[in-house]
């Protein structure tokens, strides 16, 4: 059974920081993208950060470029997204999903229904 678990989440000032993990289990990581999206109340969920530890590729939104950073520990089946400079609007409940990798591009990488796994989220808030 493939589960994914997030953590990391909490209440933060704006300008602060969070770590973000995504800790994987029944699925092998070479053979899996995974991503970071999030949704916050009244809006779609919005890819923010991918990883395809198959061959490295990284890919940030315009959103979050810069300022968060995604990283993957294969022996620990565990991908992290480190968020500084956090700022009011990017509060959300964020979750991690993971796709089966073909190779790059992964041109509907952003898309939410190409993900077969999701986590259960973890909630995010940053106040003014």
């Known amino acids: 059974e493939v589960q994914l678990v997030e953590s990391g989440g909490g209440l933060v000032q704006a300008g602060g920081s969070l770590r973000l993990s995504c800790a994987a289990s029944?699925?092998?990581?070479?053979?899996?993208?995974i991503a970071w999206f999030r949704q916050a109340p009244g809006k779609e969920r919005e890819g923010i950060s991918y990883?395809?530890?198959?061959?490295?590729?990284?890919s940030y939104t315009n959103s979050v470029q810069g300022r968060f950073t995604i990283s993957s520990d294969n022996a620990k089946n565990t991908v992290y997204l480190q968020m500084n400079s956090l700022r009011p609007e990017d509060t959300a409940v964020y979750y991690c999903?993971?796709?089966?990798?073909?190779?790059?591009?992964?041109?509907?990488?952003?898309?939410?229904?190409?993900?077969?796994?999701w986590g259960q989220g973890t909630q995010v808030t940053v106040s003014s």
């Open positions: 990883i395809s530890s198959g061959d490295g590729r990284i």
């Open positions: 029944g699925l092998s990581f070479d053979a899996y993208a």
């Open positions: 999903a993971a796709a089966r990798w073909h190779g790059w591009p992964h041109i509907r990488r952003w898309v939410p229904t190409e993900y077969e796994y």
